[in-house]
């Protein structure tokens, strides 16, 4: 009877099928080059190098170390994987059975204070689910799908940060250089008013031009105030990000000498994007619901569970251990699901519909990250077009105010002229410095969008 009974078990496991849908790693349905991407090459893309390449700045190399080291967010996201590959192999464990030692002692009276029996139990206890239509196996590569998703996430937060710090640093280098520059065009509007005064005491011109002298002075004092404002905000976001709010961000390499990557290949859109992590991580999150449906498929069918529990028992403690005090039994028991309510066939049905929703967001995501690195290589482009026509504006502008205070030094050209030619090329540089700082938070957009900066 026993061995029949063996041979039955062992034909279930042999026999023992997985249900649900396989998964299957989806296509990727996109075009074969970029939108802008006919200027850029189209050799390995420039997602593969590391940001140590991309960002050459020995300051800002540094900022980002800090933050990969300390940041609040990447050590949540890391926590969040050690929290998944736990509940993963949790999941694995019911792949094996589960043993237990038992050790009890009871006493019944039997209506007489002086009357009672003792039981004394040392028994140990093995349970096994057979996992015949592949539950537990659905459920095993749904947990370690869900790992594989939160650690794309993680790398999703380890891209992000990477580029927000680069792009919080630039800013930071622009505003400073804007301080800089306010503060000596206060120092000359200073000087001019004060020859202005001097000029006027001596009946050279009127109080126009005196006037006009000041109003230039104030202009240019009035920007300081909201440019100290605006960098004490971004060094305490670059506070934030790196997780150190007594950090010093030490002086280095300014906004002009700060270097990008000569050549940008783009790279083809189908190895690009499963480069991204983002899309990596729909794309494990998507396996995860397919075996979910599974699961909810499985539960349809019967679970077979052996039990059985061998051990001692007797009246006397003495005799506990002794042989013939000795037992064993094996069960085995088949559960078969008649009535519910429909609630196992509406979660079939809802376990489907999450696995369609899956499917859905990856689709959305692959085409998101598409137009993203579409739009991002045209702003990159546009980037570039306005910073060498800034450079160019500003060149002119130096000279026009060159030529303007010669003439004015000659007495050729009014005060006035003068002004107006200071105050373009103040504008001028100014906006040279926020082209330059666009550049280059437009290439540092580009690059997490080809999906550089992590790993």
């Not at 850029?40 to 050459?56: C, E, L």
């Not at 800089?180 to 005491?201: D, F, N, P, Y």
Request: net charge negative.
């Amino acid at each position: 009877m026993n061995k029949q009974f063996t041979v039955a078990v062992l034909s279930l496991l042999i026999t023992a099928c997985t249900l649900g849908p396989d998964y299957e790693k989806p296509t990727l349905h996109v075009q074969d080059k970029f939108q802008g991407a006919q200027d850029y090459g189209m050799a390995k893309s420039s997602a593969f190098i590391n940001w140590q390449q991309a960002y050459k700045d020995p300051e800002l190399q540094r900022l980002i170390k800090k933050s990969l080291a300390q940041n609040y967010d990447l050590a949540i996201a890391i926590s969040r994987i050690k929290e998944a590959r736990a509940l993963a192999n949790m999941a694995d464990s019911a792949f094996y059975p589960t043993i237990g030692l038992l050790a009890e002692s009871e006493r019944v009276s039997e209506g007489s204070a002086s009357e009672y029996d003792d039981t004394h139990q040392l028994k140990g206890q093995f349970s096994w689910d057979l996992d015949l239509f592949g539950y537990n196996r659905r459920a095993s590569e749904a947990a370690w799908a869900e790992l594989a998703a939160l650690g794309q996430a993680r790398n999703v937060v380890e891209m992000n940060l990477v580029a927000d710090v680069a792009s919080t640093y630039f800013a930071l280098k622009d505003l400073e250089e804007k301080i800089q520059l306010s503060q000596s065009t206060v120092t000359l509007r200073e000087r001019a008013l004060h020859i202005a005064q001097l000029r006027k005491t001596n009946g050279m011109v009127s109080g126009l031009d005196v006037r006009q002298a000041e109003v230039e002075l104030e202009s240019a004092k009035v920007t300081i105030p909201n440019l100290e404002l605006q960098r004490i905000e971004t060094i305490n976001r670059m506070k934030l990000l790196i997780a150190d709010e007594k950090t010093h961000i030490a002086t280095s390499i300014d906004l002009t000498e700060q270097t990008i990557p000569l050549a940008i290949p783009v790279g083809i859109p189908s190895q690009v994007l499963l480069r991204r992590p983002d899309v990596l991580q729909v794309e494990a999150q998507l396996h995860a619901a397919t075996a979910e449906v599974g699961m909810a498929t499985a539960n349809l069918f019967p679970k077979i569970t052996l039990t059985s529990e061998f051990g001692f028992e007797s009246s006397q403690l003495s005799g506990l251990l002794s042989g013939d005090s000795s037992y064993w039994e094996l069960v085995g028991g088949i559960t078969q699901p008649l009535f519910n309510a429909g609630r196992l066939r509406n979660d079939l049905t809802a376990a489907e519909e999450r696995a369609l929703q899956a499917s859905l967001a990856y689709k959305k995501v692959v085409m998101n990250a598409f137009l993203e690195i579409s739009n991002e290589l045209m702003a990159f482009k546009s980037s570039e077009t306005i910073y060498l026509a800034q450079e160019k504006l500003l060149l002119a502008s130096r000279e026009y105010e060159r030529l303007a205070r010669i003439r004015y030094r000659n007495g050729v050209a009014s005060a006035l002229d003068l002004m107006d030619a200071q105050r373009k090329l103040f504008d001028a540089q100014l906006s040279f410095s926020s082209a330059k700082k666009e550049r280059l938070v437009t290439f540092v957009n580009l690059y997490r969008a080809l999906g550089g900066g992590w790993g």
